[in-house]
């Protein structure tokens, strides 16, 4: 009778393990020169049309698709 208890505790524990983000230990599936190229080509062609400083929006959006394919940049 208190299996029902400690089943349904145990099914909460493994839906929280498996939600939280993958271990940093990861590697990328691609280097880092050829991950995000369509991000990458907007922000090189910003920068050089306008300064790095002018560009930050893209800088920032080339960052977090590199963190989204597993660099910590």
């Known amino acids: 009778m208190g299996n029902t208890a400690s089943g349904a505790t145990e099914a909460s524990n493994l839906t ?32 050089v049309q306008h300064g790095e400083d002018a560009c930050g929006k893209w800088i920032e959006a080339h960052r977090q698709c590199l963190r989204a394919e597993g660099f910590n940049v």
């Open 16 to 47: 929280e393990k498996t939600e939280q983000a993958p271990p940093a230990d990861t590697k990328p599936k691609k280097k880092i020169c050829c991950a995000c190229p369509d991000t990458k080509k907007l922000r090189d062609e910003c920068i």
